[in-house]
Structures are given as structure tokens and as C-alpha cells.
């Protein structure tokens, strides 16, 4: 039988919300590889934007370069995946080192869930939450 490896690194694990999307990050202290979904997080998210929003938390610890993550997300599209991801490394951070880090990830409302999300579809609305139904013109 074959025994599992075992990891000596220690993390840190976070949860990151947005919309439906779910991100399950664990965060390693040292240099390596940053990973979702099993790719490199420069493939997964490749713009520039994307890629300034998925390095904020650590310009603003000012911690680049001394952890990397390692993410797994689920649900919704790559906006809101991307937004769970920020939100997980986030949180990630502050269990790390909450008197250091906190102020400045709660400065630039880096820690709160954004709580928007789809609206609901209402029965009688033509398809759509809030389109309504045509009416005839006589």
C-alpha cells in the first residue's frame, strides 16, 4: 500500500468569496511558484489588470516575492474567480500576521466580501429579473 506524502512546509488556509465563485488558497512563506487550478497564476488570469489586481495584497504588506500561493477555484466566471482569489490571498495574510498586515489590508477594503450578486429571476418577468413582460398595443 502506498503511505502519502506528508508536507513539511507549514500554510496558512483561507477562503476567498465572490458571486459563486470559491477560492480555496493555501499560502506558503519562501519562494515558489504561484498556482490555480493547477496552472501558473500568469496563465490562469493573463492580463496586466488582472494580474496588478492578484498582486495587491502583497504590494500593500509589502511581502512580494516572500510567500506564493497555491489556489483552488471553483464556480462562476474568471471576473469573479479572480475576485475570490484577491479576497482568499487576502485573508490568507491577515492569519499570517494580523498585527502587521491587518491595517493595511482593511485600509484599502481588501478584507471585506464584496456581497454583490446576481439578482434573482421573478416569475411573471419575461425571462429576465427585471424585464418586463411586452404588452400589446391594443
Not at 477562503?15 to 519562501?30: D, E, M, P, T, Y
Not at 511558484?33 to 488570469?45: A, E, H, L, R, W
Not at 494580474?51 to 500561493?69: N, Q, S
Request: aromatic share 8%; proline share 4%.
Amino acid at each position: 500500500m502506498a503511505e502519502k506524502k506528508k508536507t513539511t512546509k507549514k500554510l496558512i488556509y483561507a477562503l476567498g468569496r465572490r458571486k459563486k465563485a470559491i477560492a480555496r488558497v493555501r499560502l506558503f512563506k519562501g519562494k515558489g511558484k504561484t498556482m490555480v487550478n493547477g496552472k501558473p497564476i500568469s496563465d490562469y488570469f493573463p492580463t496586466k489588470q488582472e494580474e496588478f489586481f492578484y498582486l495587491m495584497p502583497f504590494r500593500v504588506t509589502d511581502t512580494e516575492g516572500k510567500y506564493y500561493v497555491t489556489v483552488k477555484v471553483i464556480g462562476s466566471g474568471k471576473r469573479a474567480q479572480l475576485g475570490a482569489v484577491v479576497h482568499g490571498i487576502t485573508r490568507a495574510l491577515d492569519k499570517e500576521n494580523k498585527e502587521k498586515f491587518h491595517p493595511f489590508l482593511k485600509k484599502h477594503k481588501l478584507l471585506t466580501r464584496d456581497p454583490r450578486a446576481r439578482e434573482r429571476r421573478k416569475v411573471g418577468r419575461g425571462g429576465k429579473a427585471r424585464r418586463k413582460k411586452q404588452s400589446p398595443k391594443r
